[in-house]
């Protein structure tokens, strides 16, 4: 090195689940440490039909220099399908972006300096907790039980930090936890978030993917006002590769998040908004929605039987209603850390939940299990030898 | 808006060429202010063919989430194509990026803390200026001659800021002036970068895009140590929308660009990795550079026998041995701005010359004029109208 790293990166690492996913690459381990949708989910006749009718139709517009924003007739779909469900609001503005982790990333880049602060469900998705991080920002953890972030926590901490910008949440189905934050306490941590006068950054990849249970209103649908700035992805409704997500927020923000990203992809793969512009015109997209529910119903509810099956009841799973992940709790005396390398030693991945801390130091007694890359097999195959692995070493 | 945006991206505008684009969008108005490659100049019947392969072959590859990093057998192909190149050197490494656009943005990310200094040539690509102002760096813009940037001046100002991270250039065919750096310049520049102990950001896009005269070595070349980081591109030589760049240096360097990636875009769209990957493995990549180079020696020879016919003799012009673009300048007694604006309402664009100052409040007497765009028909007419206003206006 000439010159030293950033200050704001000097001591940013590769995410963790990284380190437990080399692993993985071994055949014979099995891996509930992804959060890849499945691969049996994505429409691949219909993609390639659809992508060999672009270069049919209309071949430089998916090979040439688009703009910033977005693909128009993606964008114009994005508009209609959000404000149908109440997400856009007049003076909304969406844009495309490269996976919902750049509506993420550039919103943090836009809003802070730093040694801002950014509060945080504790624990949270690692990506966006990185994405933050990238920019020297301070992460505070707000506490969480099983109902989301506890608002008289929440109070206590926008009191104690002026400088916070955003309030970050996955209401649906959380990363890592599974959990989904409850109306009244989106009512309560909305009313904070206007009250101390910062924004709601919240992230929902997942709230398509409900198995159970009943919607809940988002915070964007709550907002009578601009508090809430909107981050959604075709990642698990479509695919994850082809990168497209978007961002919806009143349009002076995302104005600025269009010079933001103007400056760094110039504009997301164009073919692939193309693509999923066609998808959603040409598919019945709540019945590919359904097919989709249907297949991480079955996956869940193996996963949760084998365990309950084979884990022995002093661990603690939570109970989503939707997403990709199951989150498992040990008691406090039992370590968390010891127990997921002996199961990587068995040739099961899982990733321990101080991963997910805005404090990666913090003990945690948790880890995320997910289901829905392993198949059917591997799933039996892994809680068994989970299970065994428990009753072997927590005793 | 409830809270301020970031100092470093409070001031950050839309680039001043987007703001005449939109004259563009009027279909009446000819364009030599874009930056597009010829449409002609994309293979999309192979292109069609190749994607119709990975969805037929392996569609799950295509679409599901793939490492930061990059595709395996595309970034292999990339070393072995610039270790013969003797661009890649041992302990280096290179990841794929969303564009040359995003190698550029995360190198300054990791580099720069608000208010280092960025040493770039003056004029300079507006993209890459803005990514450096959306970190809150200094922009301190380096005088150049026909053979680029002075050396004299360089150490003078290498002297003078002590913070500076990196010497940010376009040594081929730049934009927008469409002049190369000369090799003995290159060895002078890169000298002083070795004796202050910076980083050289070599940007090359158009590198391949050579009509006339000989190859000049790379920084990257001619680097016996870790001082240049090079950033490369398929925009130009394959097809922009699918925003395919890469970016080449020491490994430590590279690696934190990775982690910085994994924060904003995850990775880089797969199925667009795949195709360039089949693309240029199943062509003859040098045949179908020499086929561009062809494209692009026509239509730049038309546009400077139309300009030589229709403008002033006192408007000089810079004389690209490639690339896309020629640097117009008027005698310092006229209006350049205004100049501009009367083509723009004779249905002519092009883009004033301080969009590109580091300074953008310097006054210039320079416009760029884009010869990879129009149609004969339109670099004829275009250029006829524009040598009628300069004869009327200019007096």
Same sequence: chains 1, 2.
């Avoid at 966006?128 to 929440?154: C, H, I, Q, T, W």
């Avoid at 915070?219 to 959604?232: F, M, Q, S, T």
């Avoid at 040409?282 to 929605?289: A, G, Q, S």
């Avoid at 030693?345 to 130091?361: I, L, Q, W, Y």
């Amino acid at each position: 090195m000439l010159k030293p790293f950033s200050d704001k990166v000097a001591t940013l690492a590769p995410s963790a689940i990284r380190e437990i996913l080399k692993f993985t690459a071994d055949p014979e381990v099995i891996s509930f440490a992804a959060g890849n949708p499945a691969p049996e989910a994505f429409p691949t006749e219909t993609i390639a039909k659809l992508s060999a009718d672009i270069f049919a139709e209309e071949p430089i517009n998916a090979l040439q220099y688009s703009v910033t924003e977005g693909y128009p007739k993606l964008r114009q779909w994005l508009e209609a399908d959000l404000r149908q469900k109440n997400l856009f609001k007049d003076g909304d503005m969406v844009v495309v972006t490269s996976g919902a982790q750049q509506a993420i990333e550039v919103t943090a880049k836009i809003l802070c300096n730093e040694g801002d602060v950014i509060l945080c469900e504790n624990p949270s998705f690692i990506g966006s907790l990185n994405a933050f991080r990238s920019y020297g920002v301070k992460l505070v953890g707000v506490p969480m039980d099983k109902d989301g972030m506890l608002p008289s926590e929440l109070e206590a901490l926008l009191k104690a930090n002026p400088t916070a910008k955003f309030i970050y949440t996955i209401p649906n189905f959380q990363n890592p936890t599974g959990q989904t934050t409850t109306l009244a306490r989106r009512k309560d941590i909305l009313a904070l978030a206007k009250k101390y006068g910062i924004y709601v950054l919240e992230d929902n990849p997942y709230g398509a993917l409900r198995f159970a249970g009943e919607d809940v209103s988002c915070y964007k649908e709550l907002d009578d006002g601009k508090n809430v700035i909107y981050a959604g992805t075709f990642s698990k409704v479509l695919a994850p590769g082809i990168r497209v997500g978007y961002l919806c927020a009143e349009s002076e923000l995302v104005s600025k998040a269009v010079v933001g990203m103007q400056t760094s992809t110039v504009h997301t793969n164009i073919w692939a908004q193309m693509l999923a512009y066609r998808f959603v015109t040409t598919v019945d997209f709540n019945e590919h929605l359904k097919g989709l529910q249907e297949i991480y119903r079955v996956k869940y509810t193996r996963m949760k039987d084998a365990l309950k099956i084979h884990l022995p009841e002093f661990i603690s799973l939570s109970e989503p209603e939707g997403g990709l992940f199951i989150w498992a709790t040990l008691p406090e005396k039992y370590d968390m850390n010891a127990f997921c390398v002996e199961a990587v030693k068995r040739k099961v991945a899982v990733v321990p939940g101080n991963a997910f801390s805005t404090d990666e130091s913090e003990i945690s007694h948790s880890f995320r299990l997910n289901f829905s890359t392993p198949t059917n097999e591997q799933i039996d195959m892994g809680c068994e030898i989970l299970g065994n692995a428990a009753k072997e070493l927590l005793k």
